[in-house]
């Protein structure tokens, strides 16, 4: 099922047993007699799990009908059947004085813990709303601000700090109270003639970080969302409406949740519901991202719900209390067999969403082997990365200084729960694979696994790097895949992680595209560093004579001075290591590989008798500089590595002797 319930809760059903819901916390709160137990909804939990530890505290106060706790959680407020508000110490139990002078139709607390021991509470009466700044430790509500009107309904959105009042039949009054001036421009809505506005009929959510007035209209079949927090949004021109009607009937009572930042639209007498992304649209239209989807529990369909915030649905009459859950994985399948979708767009959808990043890991991999063309791959990579360079922009603001680079590390714990994926991510789970089993290479090579990453789970073994036969000429589909994906990032000014680049190095060598790659690296997409340096040296090794000056280069500048010297040795140019070695006070290098070198090389000694001679030469001032040099001198010449050269400087033996 795309969208089912799992019970989170449950409790032996009584005529004064009250079960609600505390949106800010997620926390259910059952209050009885002399008290109240709470438990946590724990978001991603599994359907069997234990729940976690709650609260019981004891309150000499009956006839409680509800509660919310103060942000830092120290606190609760609660609301009596004699409408008389009071706050209470969480860990205390000693009520404190409260306020019975009118209908209290809600209350919420304003954002912030406690400062100096004062927390703010907005009360919402048929008068207005009120707004009391609270003293803990002295025990005084003190009146800060209020703002007077004749109210019929409120509804709430505590966690956005947002209220939504009824002042006529058809008239909504907004408050925001984040801003400093928190009353917003008040609206009338579209009724059927004759009709008022009753509770079920609005909504106040939260959907993308704005809060929304939803009015859901059965007897239309359009639900209607008003942006009341975003002044230029909130203008009827960018209302969006959705039509869920089949027909001209009725729809029926329709019930609303909020799960993901996905709006469920419950058509109760149809007993299905439609789920909405108010930010997907095909021709300016909201369309269902699903067929109409039964909702069912472990023990069959339920008709008589109370919807609460946060995807919690109550069943007073089982005493059960539920959580929507959503199958992105069932709804995505839905969603695709409908007619096409670009990749982009269904890469937006996916992306909107928590957990989602194996289905994205899917479709690129479908993509690939479906090989889908290569402007529709270059438009979704644009949509994933961008999603990938806002977290990045997130996390080098963090701190409060803006930081220049940020570590693979960090961003790995920051998207860790999120749907966006990494160059790592990309190259462990979606490239490498389909490279593999796409070239037939299972048993060559093992392909990693994300959560245990070794270098050799991703690195294509130099035998099959440098020997593999039949490749060159057109550009093999997945090596032009993957150079979109990391232009894409340039284009975006991400500079790839290593990781990526070797990939990239690996793969045109494997496909014999070394014209490719050295544009690459001429123009620095494959920007410089030791991984590449060395395979630069093993293609230099395999008669690339252009890798030869590359490979001394690039480790020049990474100061890979052991490279160098190799390069320098395999390319015959004798007279240019001991200089270099002195030089950079390569302490490693061993002289005796030198020489052996020099001596198998005819040619060389054949152009150049002398050759042996002059390096020899080179050998013996270097070993006096060195023994000149005092060793605690900062600069000092380091002595070579002279271990089994006598054959070529027998002076060496004398020394050993005496």
């Not at 439609?274 to 472990?298: A, G, N, Q, W, Y």
């Not at 057109?474 to 894409?488: A, E, G, N, Q």
Request: with cysteine; aromatic share 8%.
């Amino acid at each position: 099922m795309a969208l089912g319930l799992s019970p989170v809760y449950h409790w032996e059903t009584s005529d004064d047993a009250v079960v609600t819901f505390d949106a800010v916390h997620r926390r259910i709160i059952h209050i009885r007699s002399g008290g109240f137990d709470t438990v946590n909804v724990i978001d991603g939990a599994i359907d069997g799990e234990p729940p976690p530890d709650g609260l019981s505290v004891q309150l000499e106060q009956e006839g409680i009908h509800s509660l919310r706790f103060s942000p830092d959680g120290l606190y609760f407020a609660f609301l009596a059947k004699s409408r008389r508000v009071g706050t209470v110490q969480t860990m205390q139990h000693q009520p404190q004085k409260g306020r019975a002078d009118f209908e209290i139709l809600g209350y919420f607390w304003l954002p912030g813990g406690p400062q100096d021991c004062n927390s703010d509470l907005a009360m919402v009466s048929s008068h207005g709303i009120e707004i009391f700044r609270l003293s803990f430790e002295q025990k005084t509500w003190k009146s800060l601000k209020t703002f007077p009107s004749s109210v019929r309904i409120c509804w709430l959105d505590p966690a956005a700090s947002t209220v939504l009042l009824c002042t006529g039949t058809r008239t909504l009054q907004p408050f925001d109270f984040r801003r400093r001036n928190p009353k917003l421009p008040r609206f009338d809505l579209v009724l059927t003639r004759g009709h008022s506005i009753e509770p079920a009929d609005v909504a106040l959510v939260t959907i993308y970080d704005c809060s929304y007035c939803i009015h859901a209209d059965g007897l239309t079949g359009k639900v209607s969302l008003r942006n009341v927090t975003n002044l230029e949004q909130g203008t009827p021109e960018h209302d969006i409406v959705i039509d869920i009607s089949e027909s001209d009937a009725p729809v029926g009572p329709l019930r609303l949740s909020v799960v993901d930042n996905l709006l469920i639209v419950h058509c109760l007498e149809r007993m299905v519901a439609l789920i909405f992304d108010i930010r997907h649209k095909e021709r300016d239209i909201v369309p269902s991202l699903i067929s109409p989807c039964t909702v069912t529990s472990h023990e069959g369909p339920l008709v008589i719900w109370d919807y609460l915030d946060g995807g919690i649905v109550l069943d007073a009459s089982k005493g059960v209390v539920y959580q929507l859950r959503l199958d992105c994985g069932i709804i995505l399948e839905d969603f695709l067999s409908r007619p096409p979708h670009e990749l982009a767009t269904v890469l937006k959808l996916l992306l909107r969403r928590t957990g989602c990043r194996d289905h994205i890991v899917q479709l690129l991999r479908k993509g690939l082997v479906s090989k889908t063309n290569s402007s529709e791959m270059a438009q979704g990579f644009q949509v994933l990365n961008s999603a990938y360079r806002q977290v990045i922009e997130a996390l080098s603001q963090k701190s409060g200084t803006r930081q220049t680079t940020v570590s693979l590390q960090e961003l790995e714990a920051q998207i860790a729960y999120q749907s966006v994926l990494s160059e790592k991510d990309m190259v462990t789970l979606v490239f490498h694979p389909h490279f593999v089993m796409s070239e037939g290479l299972e048993e060559s090579i093992p392909t990693g696994n994300n959560d245990s990453f070794a270098l050799e789970n991703w690195t294509i073994p130099e035998s099959l790097r440098v020997t593999n036969p039949g490749k060159g000429g057109k550009t093999p589909y997945v090596l032009s895949v993957v150079i979109s994906y990391l232009r894409s990032l340039l284009g975006l000014q991400i500079l790839p992680h290593k990781i990526l680049q070797c990939f990239v190095f690996d793969i045109c060598v494997y496909f014999r595209q070394e014209h490719l790659l050295q544009q690459l690296l001429h123009y620095h997409v494959l920007l410089d560093s030791p991984e590449l340096a060395l395979r630069l040296q093993i293609l230099a090794k395999d008669s690339r004579s252009w890798a030869t000056q590359a490979s001394l280069d690039m480790a020049l500048r990474v100061r890979e001075f052991s490279v160098v010297a190799e390069m320098l040795l395999f390319s015959g140019q004798y007279l240019d290591i001991v200089p270099f070695i002195v030089t950079q006070k390569d302490v490693n290098f061993k002289v005796k590989t030198l020489l052996e070198e020099l001596e198998s090389d005819i040619k060389a000694n054949s152009e150049d008798p002398e050759l042996m001679q002059h390096v020899l030469t080179e050998i013996r001032l270097w070993k006096q500089e060195a023994d000149l040099s005092p060793r605690s001198a900062e600069g000092g010449v380091p002595q070579p590595d002279l271990d089994g050269c006598e054959k070529w400087l027998p002076e060496l033996v004398n020394t050993l002797t005496s």
